[in-house]
């Protein structure tokens, strides 16, 4: 065993991320590159129209197409699944459309063949004969009398504790609403010296990972076994298991590396269809989407925000009311959740005794919507630091001053009565002044290229009571694999993962694998998701590495060996006599919090940990054109203690740069539910040229006391506060404010001729 000294040298060290090699040499595993012997192509036949009833479906033509092996429609799944509808929250989701379509693009028939080009192109000689129903595409129309219904009926899912009581509802397109109700509102508003009201929308976003989802599903008629590019592998399995009517241990789910998630690839996707198509066809069956495709499949809520403040004399805000519409589309997958969990911060990061929240999560006929990175918290963030920017100008306060006077600090009641614990708001935002010299002169530009600064900072409720399970085998010769679920998909977690367990025994990182994910070797963990793994999974591999430590302990206590200096391959060898055997180490982490009462919103202890980030700006607007040029842009965040300073840098500059995307450019178009610029030619993500020319990524002094050595995760941390520093950013240049993204050239020329004595002619 290695001295104390020794053993913490692994936390804090930023070593090079353990797949580097594989993924530039091109030989790393990924889902999409699998072939499997006697495989079929699945080509989905997808709905023109966005709610319509499904009058007949004539397959013959596409079923006798030269080299189709078969076509598979809804009647055809429900011979084998009588009951084909999956979701998290509601099961709302058929495997393939029953009796109407509720989206463009809905699922609706899959053609199989040994070749993709030969199924697509019989897939296009499927009719479908519909009865075009009325849709509604908008969150806050969706919610008003005599709009379409999208589902008729709700069936609760009974996945998680807190959802088990939701009442299935009829004729409405209301899925859940989350009230949060703190203090006496209306006195507050009634003895305000000043009330500001703003209202804030954003559109569709596409999560964009470059691989795109894709499964490949095979069984041999007693299981089934997945290869999925999943980052939720236990809950597929579950989920596949519920669907068939099978125990779980017949229902193997494998996943390799993945070419980014983001949210996309949480809980069903495309595994249903898969699983379906491979029983019926009795052939391995892979279905992987195309770029176009997953625009159809999932996408991050549009939303409209409203938010309403009294503000006294001393500048304190007394009272803030939020009315929050979340357009989930056609299927609420984990909107719900969403919708829950950003009510619980809507009123932002700030001290207010009183609070009011309404948050909707709301059916459209628009493709289904899911959490995408931030889970909500960087469209809150747009609104309420872009609605504080507001009020402190309007006030005549330095925004910064403004912050400094309401920020929520450690130790007091946030909006929901859970007290801020390990949440360094105050050190973010004063390390933010630093790095932006906000007390220094600034260049305001001249001529026709104006420039400005902004700042923002969010704040994020990790996701509560959710499991994680691990393994820590130790070898004979020193070495271990941590066997867990969690999903390596580009954030670096096998290496933070190698790091803790290394940490943890007291050896080198060096000498630790990560295995991925196979619900058949690998335990429990509910997901790779909301920037839970480095706390939940990663105390549940210090427990399982410190278990395994406390069994090598006792055994060179059995031997009679030195503890601290003798090598644990000594250990193995003093006791079998060769290098054999091994040391097993378990532990399962399940932290606790508190469900929010129903009618109140309030909890005790409504979160496990708070995650907090801060971006500040610096623009440039040409107000000829209204193009704006972000030159500098400042992320700097709370992870606790960075388990490695170099990922988690590089973890706040992807996500920053997600966001400056979803910001400056990114935004699905319909046309009567019709995405009209669904491929990567049209649809318009950051490249190295667009991001800003200047990029700072800095973590503040801070330790989360119940996670693994004093971290917490950062996956979402840089996303929080980069729309809104950039549009207080082109406010402070140009006097203009934006309220809806993205921030088009065309939407700050507009505002600029809206505000300036020559509008612009039409």
Request: hydrophobic share 40%; with cysteine.
């Amino acid at each position: 065993m290695k001295t104390k000294d020794q053993a913490t040298r692994q936390i804090g060290r930023s070593i090079p991320r353990r797949e580097a090699r594989e993924k530039v040499s091109g030989r790393a595993e990924y889902i999409h590159h699998l072939r499997l012997p006697g495989m079929l192509y699945g080509k989905i036949v997808r709905s023109t129209l966005a709610h319509a009833r499904l009058k007949s479906i004539d397959v013959s033509a596409a079923a006798a197409a030269p080299g189709v092996a078969g076509v598979i429609t809804a009647a055809d799944v429900r011979k084998i699944i009588p009951d084909p509808y999956y979701g998290p929250i509601f099961h709302d989701q058929p495997i393939l459309a029953l009796d109407k379509v509720r989206h463009v693009g809905e699922s609706v028939a899959v053609v199989l063949a040994a070749d993709p080009h030969l199924a697509e192109q019989a897939a296009q000689l499927v009719e479908v004969e519909y009865q075009e129903l009325p849709a509604v595409y908008d969150e806050v129309e969706a919610m008003k009398a005599g709009s379409a219904i999208v589902h008729e009926v709700l069936r609760p899912a009974g996945m998680f504790p807190d959802f088990k009581d939701l009442a299935g509802r009829r004729n409405t397109n209301l899925h859940l609403d989350f009230k949060l109700r703190r203090g006496d509102v209306a006195r507050a508003f009634a003895n305000a010296e000043h009330v500001f009201e703003h209202t804030f929308h954003t559109r569709q976003i596409m999560h964009t990972p470059l691989e795109p989802i894709v499964t490949l599903a095979e069984s041999n008629g007693s299981s089934v076994t997945l290869h999925t590019a999943s980052q939720m592998v236990s809950v597929v399995r579950t989920e596949i298991a519920r669907l068939l009517g099978w125990p779980e241990n017949r229902v193997r789910v494998k996943t390799a590396f993945l070419g980014g998630g983001f949210g996309a690839k949480t809980y069903i996707k495309v595994e249903a269809i898969a699983v379906a198509c491979a029983l019926i066809a009795r052939r391995p069956v892979k279905i992987a989407l195309t770029m176009e495709e997953q625009f159809y499949t999932i996408n991050k809520h549009a939303n409209t925000l409203r938010l309403k403040s009294a503000v006294g004399r001393d500048g304190r805000i007394s009272a803030r009311e939020c009315e929050v519409w979340w357009n989930g589309g056609a299927y609420a997958d984990i909107g719900p959740r969403l919708t829950q969990k950003t009510g619980f911060t809507a009123a932002g990061p700030y001290d207010i005794d009183n609070v009011h929240i309404d948050s909707y999560a709301v059916y459209t006929n628009l493709p289904p919507a899911a959490g995408l990175r931030g889970f909500g918290v960087p469209t809150l963030t747009f609104a309420y630091e872009s609605h504080t920017d507001m009020i402190a100008r309007e006030l005549g306060i330095d925004p910064l001053e403004f912050r400094r006077k309401n920020l929520l600090r450690e130790g007091r009641a946030q909006a929901t009565g859970t007290v801020m614990r390990d949440a360094a708001t105050e050190a973010v935002l004063e390390r933010l002044a630093q790095r932006m010299s906000w007390n220094a002169p600034f260049d305001r530009g001249s001529g026709s290229v104006r420039r400005g600064r902004g700042i923002a900072i969010g704040f994020k409720a990790s996701i509560s009571n959710t499991t994680s399970v691990a393994i820590v085998n130790v070898y004979a010769d020193g070495s271990c694999t941590v066997y867990c679920n969690t999903v390596d998909m580009g954030q670096g977690s096998d290496t933070a993962l190698a790091q803790i367990a290394a940490e943890a025994l007291g050896i080198p990182v060096e000498s630790v694998k990560v295995a991925h994910p196979d619900t058949d070797l690998t335990p429990y963990d509910m997901g790779t998701l909301g920037s839970r793994s480095t706390f939940h999974m990663g105390q549940a591999v210090k427990l399982a590495a410190e278990d395994a430590r406390d069994k090598l302990l006792a055994l060179a206590t059995a031997l009679g060996v030195p503890v601290e200096t003798t090598p644990i391959a000594d250990l193995f060898r003093k006791r079998y006599g060769m290098q054999a055997g091994n040391v097993v180490g378990v532990a399962t982490f399940n932290p606790k919090s508190n469900q929010p009462d129903h009618a109140t919103g309030l909890a005790e202890n409504i979160t496990p940990n708070w995650m907090v980030g801060g971006t500040g700006a610096e623009i440039e607007v040409d107000t000829e054109t209204g193009h704006v040029r972000v030159t500098r842009l400042v992320n700097i965040a709370d992870c606790g203690t960075a388990i490695n300073p170099q990922i988690v840098e590089s973890q706040l500059s992807g996500a920053a740069i997600m966001q400056y995307g979803c910001t400056m450019s990114e935004g699905i178009e319909f046309d009567a539910g019709q995405a009209t610029n669904a491929s990567l030619a049209d649809y318009k993500i950051p490249g190295i040229r667009d991001i800003p020319a200047v990029f700072v990524n800095e973590i503040v002094a801070a330790r989360q006391e119940s996670g693994p050595y004093g971290a917490k995760g950062v996956g979402e941390t840089g996303t929080f506060g980069v729309s809104a520093a950039i549009t207080n950013a082109i406010h402070d240049a140009v006097g203009v404010r934006i309220t809806r993204l993205p921030v088009t050239p065309e939407a700050v020329y507009r505002a600029l001729r809206a505000n300036s004595a020559t509008p612009l002619e039409e």
